[in-house]
Nanobody, 124 residues
Framework: QVQLVESGGGLVQAGDSLRLSCAAS????????MGWFRQAPGKERQFVATISRSGSSTDYTDSVKGRFTISRDNAKNTVYLQMSSLKPEDTAVYFC?????????????????WGQGTQVTVSS
């Protein structure tokens, strides 16, 4: 099992930037795709971004394209989500996820391991 620990959340104002980190345990981090999801109050958890094993391929939900950037440092077993031009509608608990089966994707069921989440609150 992969243990994932998110950090970097907080309270910011609209237009600000924030960088989330997700540290993974284990020696095989570079072998599985990673994803970020978020869950706003009263809503279902939704896909935000995903990155391939090498980091060469990324995918984003439309609402964050051009504002968020997912990246990874396999030497540090860490995946990042750089968020800029934040909006109140970005307020949510952000979760990172790993797919030990090596495929990843936009759906929650495609991931095998999840972190506990970090709260991001954007005030207007």
């Amino acid at each position: 099992q992969v243990q994932l620990v998110e950090s970097g959340g907080g309270l910011v104002q609209a237009g600000d930037s924030l960088r989330l980190s997700c540290a993974a345990s284990g020696r095989t981090f570079s072998t599985y795709p990673m994803g970020w999801f978020r869950q706003a109050p009263g809503k279902e958890r939704q896909f935000v971004a995903t990155i391939s094993r090498s980091g060469s391929s990324t995918d984003y939900t439309d609402s964050v394209k051009g504002r968020f950037t997912i990246s990874r440092d396999n030497a540090k077993n860490t995946v990042y989500l750089q968020m800029s031009s934040l909006k109140p509608e970005d307020t949510a608990v952000y979760f990172c996820a790993a797919d030990q089966r090596g495929r990843g994707g936009r759906q929650q069921y495609q991931y095998t391991d999840w972190g506990q989440g970090t709260q991001v609150t954007v005030s207007s």
